[in-house]
Nanobody, 120 residues
Framework: VQLAESGGGLVQPGGSLRLSCSAS????????LGWFRQAPGKERELVAT???????KYEDSAKGRFTISRDSAKNMVYLQMLSLKPDDTAVYYC???????????????WGQGTQVTVST
């Protein structure tokens, strides 16, 4: 699967953005879809994930501010981000993970990333 992110940009603190991730094929068979981010000089970290069964997980700083969702009909995954802070500045990556019938990861795919900058 190929993943393409969009929706990043420059926003002031307290502002909002919605990131979109378009998948090149059906997302119905993807076990885990998610968003990760990588700030300069830091490791890539999980922001939010949603499983095929609809289970959602958020990184602590994202709880209450970010919402992950998906549209299976459009093969899209979204990340709505509210109350953005300068610490949210990073490149945000879309992530897709396929599992086998036993739940073990088979393959992981990444998009090329979209820059989010929160600054005055």
């Amino acid at each position: 699967v190929q993943l393409a992110e969009s929706g990043g940009g420059l926003v002031q603190p307290g502002g909002s953005l919605r990131l979109s991730c378009s998948a090149s094929e059906s997302i119905l068979s993807i076990a885990v879809l998610g968003w990760f981010r990588q700030a300069p000089g830091k490791e890539r970290e999980l922001v939010a994930t949603i499983t095929k069964n609809g289970e959602i997980k958020y990184e602590d700083s994202a709880k209450g501010r970010f919402t992950i969702s998906r549209d299976s009909a459009k093969n899209m995954v979204y990340l709505q981000m509210l109350s953005l802070k300068p610490d949210d500045t990073a490149v945000y990556y879309c992530h897709a993970e396929y599992h086998n019938d036993y739940g073990a990861p088979l393959a992981v795919y990444w998009g090329q990333g979209t820059q989010v900058t929160v600054s005055t």
